[in-house]
Nanobody
Framework: QVQLVESGGGLVQPGGSLRLSCAAS????????MGWYRQAPGKARELVAH???????NYADSVKGRFTISRDNAKNTVYLQMSSLRPEDTAVYYC?????????????WGQGTQVTVSS
């Protein structure tokens, strides 16, 4: 098992930047996929970005060029650097880990951190 704790959320003006952190309770070196999701009020949860064990990344079209996901295995931490923030980025952001076994996948989630983009 792995516990995930997000931090770094808060209130920011449009055009501003925030960096979210996801600290894991153990090494993430062996976790195949780490990702960030978000859920805005009244909307479904959506994938923001994910990163593989090998460092390959994928982003939602809405955040391409503005957000960057990275992982620091030595610190057991995944980051989401967000810039040029827009009001529509307002959501609760969740860290996710997909830990694959030989036969199945275990999905772990953090508690979420609120990001509010408003003037």
């Amino acid at each position: 098992q792995v516990q995930l704790v997000e931090s770094g959320g808060g209130l920011v003006q449009p055009g501003g930047s925030l960096r979210l952190s996801c600290a894991a309770s153990r090494s993430i070196d062996s976790i195949v996929l780490m990702g960030w999701y978000r859920q805005a009020p009244g909307k479904a949860r959506e994938l923001v970005a994910h990163i593989t064990r090998g460092g390959s990344t994928n982003y939602a079209d809405s955040v391409k060029g503005r957000f960057t996901i990275s992982r620091d295995n030595a610190k057991n931490t995944v980051y989401l650097q967000m810039s040029s923030l827009r009001p529509e980025d307002t959501a609760v952001y969740y860290c996710n880990a997909e830990d694959y076994t030989q036969f199945s996948v275990n999905n772990y989630w953090g508690q979420g951190t609120q990001v509010t983009v408003s003037s």
